[in-house]
């Protein structure tokens, strides 16, 4: 026994940049040099093996089982701790099956159904009234979280520069909020596409209490079957769909894009980026996002510039994914004992590790959170100023 964990303990010393307490059964153990900042309670010890083969899904799994504890707030803790995955262990060969799974149509919407198709009952716990799971944009710091919600739709709107009686396509539309925002404000006419058949049921029954059936319509459609629609777009916007794409996909996401895009028709794309390109995190993919890629922003902009998508504004908003997060699992806690009614205490704790855990990358600018607005080919009637 000793030997096992003089063996975590040594794995865990190069993770010193923050100094935190492991307690072990035979006492504590102090990792960097300091006062330490959070305190690990380890129940059980990992194997070795395993922290080898994948450190994320080893520790990951070994909160979401109660082994290990974090005393005090876990995002202060993963904030200081996950700025360090670098030094994470993954052997990619043994992973090959989580990390590079198939892009095939059949098995991308099982993968994005099992996330969104959890039910609409468990993300209106903790999302905000309009139920947008996706970046918030906190235009004053008391903002509350429906605010900022509200204000990123407003936003992406205005980057649209919409007018009366265009025709509007979300790509990965959601609940749907921001199409029925754009048809209220702007008289747009707006087609949602989505894999989801819980936020298709869900939208649809938006569009029919805000008496919107003339001006909406959703459909159950994969993104490459766009071009099949012979349907033409004043305007198109994606939000938060395509880290679902696939890496070796993007290109094939932007044609289908530009295929059902006006000539100089603007396109506004808010997606989850990396400063690099990698295959992702073990343990998001095996048990949050399976299949989920982060594209680096430098591919996007070098697939838009071979397809003549000409780029007009780049926004970060990665501090305001991080508030948001912060704000979904403040949500999430309060109604914690009814998710593990719900569903039971492991799938809560791996909720919360989650939305934690991807505040505290944001906040060390391992992910950011980008807003692209492209044109398809030359425009030049477009207002001038950046904020039109």
Not at 101 to 114: D, F, I, L, P, R
Request: glycine fraction near 6%; proline fraction near 2%; hydrophobic fraction near 40%.
């Amino acid at each position: 026994m000793k030997l096992v964990e003089n063996e975590f303990i040594k794995f865990m010393e190069k993770f010193d940049e923050n100094p935190f307490r492991i307690i072990l059964e035979d006492g504590e153990h102090l990792i960097g040099d300091g006062e330490p900042a959070f305190t690990v309670k380890i129940n059980k010890i990992p194997k070795m093996m395993d922290m080898l083969t994948s450190t994320s899904i080893t520790l990951g799994e070994a909160y979401m089982n109660g082994d290990i504890e974090i005393e005090g707030d876990l995002y202060t803790a993963l904030n200081m701790f996950l700025g360090q995955m670098g030094k994470f262990s993954t052997d990619t060969k043994k992973l090959k099956n989580i990390i590079f799974t198939s892009k095939s149509k059949a098995n991308q919407k099982k993968e994005v159904s099992s996330h969104y198709d959890i039910g609409n009952d468990f993300y209106k716990m903790w999302l905000d009234e309009t139920m947008s799971y996706s970046c918030g944009y906190f235009k004053n710091e008391n903002d509350t979280l429906y605010q900022a919600q509200c204000n990123k739709v407003d936003r992406i709107l205005e980057k649209l520069n919409l007018s009366d009686g265009m025709t509007l396509c979300d790509i990965g539309c959601g609940w749907g909020f921001l199409l029925i925002e754009a048809a209220k404000k702007y008289n747009i006419k707006g087609v949602g596409i989505t894999l989801s058949k819980e936020q298709k049921a869900k939208f649809e029954q938006r569009i029919k209490e805000e008496n919107l059936s003339d001006r909406l319509e959703v459909k159950l459609l994969d993104y490459r079957d766009l071009p099949k629609q012979h349907m033409e777009f004043d305007r198109v916007v994606s939000v938060g769909m395509i880290e679902h794409v696939g890496r070796g996909n993007y290109e094939e996401f932007m044609q289908c894009v530009k295929s059902v895009l006006k000539q100089g028709g603007v396109f506004v794309l808010h997606f989850i980026s990396a400063l690099k390109e990698y295959p992702g995190d073990a343990w998001v993919k095996k048990y949050i996002f399976p299949g989920g890629v982060i594209p680096s922003l430098r591919e996007i902009m070098q697939i838009a510039g071979e397809l003549r998508f000409y780029t007009v504004d780049v926004e970060s908003l990665r501090r305001h994914y991080n508030k948001t997060l912060l704000c979904w699992n403040e949500n999430f806690q309060q109604h914690r004992v009814e998710v593990v009614e719900m569903f039971d205490e492991k799938f809560a704790r791996m909720w919360e590790l989650y939305l934690c855990a991807c505040a505290a990358t944001f906040m060390n600018g391992i992910i950011d959170l980008h807003q692209i607005v492209f044109t398809n080919d030359v425009n030049n009637e477009l207002p001038m100023t950046r904020w039109y």
